[in-house]
């Protein structure tokens, strides 16, 4: 099977959404997805949030530090990490505030 590129696969994405939008009632449709947003809701807790985020951190730690080791440069996984620990501490602190 060939691979498709990111704009072929989001194309074929959108014919396929267009096709059902075609053969189906879109009452239906809000229905549906009121219940899978609520359903995404469970599974956006802080908590996981954060499970996410540190997992991200050790991810581009460990990049950090081969790129490191390969004596490339590793500023980009510093500006990165610098964000996504923002992120964390922005999520600590929304915590003791509530």
Sequence with gaps: ?????DDEFEQRIQHMRE??????????????????LSFLDRFRSRDNQKARLRRQLSELEIKRCRATLDKKSAQKFDQKLAMKKALFK?????????
């Design 1 to 5: 099977m060939k691979k498709l590129s």
């Design 90 to 98: 922005k999520l600590l602190d929304e915590r003791d505030d509530d």
């Design 19 to 36: 096709l059902y939008l075609e053969n189906h009632d879109k009452s239906e449709l809000k229905t549906a997805m009121a219940a899978k």
